[in-house]
């Protein structure tokens, strides 16, 4: 079982950065790849970016790729989204998801996810 908690979301204008947060429970967030998914209102929920568990290879939607970094810190079981360059239609409610298996963009294959955290990108 773990749990995941996001932060570090906000309002920030055209052009700005943020780095998003996801804190996980337990001993064994090594043996999970993480991903960011994000919804927006009315839209389904969509894969951002994922880290796979020890090696850290990295994957990223197209929407985000060159502006957006995710990286994990396996001793503090913390996974970050690092954007830059934020654009309006990045805003949107953003979730931090787990699973023990390869980096995949379907939401159904988590088997684990935070609340969501609020990014508002004004323009």
């Known amino acids: 079982q773990v749990q995941l908690v996001e932060s570090g979301g906000g309002l920030v204008q055209a052009g700005g950065s943020l780095r998003l947060s996801c804190a996980a429970s337990?001993?064994?967030?090594?043996?999970?790849?993480m991903a960011w998914f994000r919804q927006a209102p009315g839209k389904e929920r969509e894969f951002v970016a994922g880290i796979t568990r020890s090696i850290g290879n990295t994957y990223y939607a197209n929407s985000v790729k060159g502006r957006f970094t995710i990286s994990r810190d396996n001793a503090k079981n913390t996974v970050y989204l690092q954007m830059n360059s934020l654009k309006p239609e990045d805003t949107a409610v953003y979730y931090c998801?787990?699973?023990?298996?390869?980096?995949?963009?379907?939401?159904?294959?988590?088997?684990?996810w935070g609340q969501g955290t609020q990014v508002t990108v004004s323009s």
């Open positions: 998801a787990a699973r023990r298996a390869i980096v995949v963009v379907t939401t159904s294959d988590y088997d684990y």
């Open positions: 337990g001993r064994t967030f090594n043996t999970y790849t």
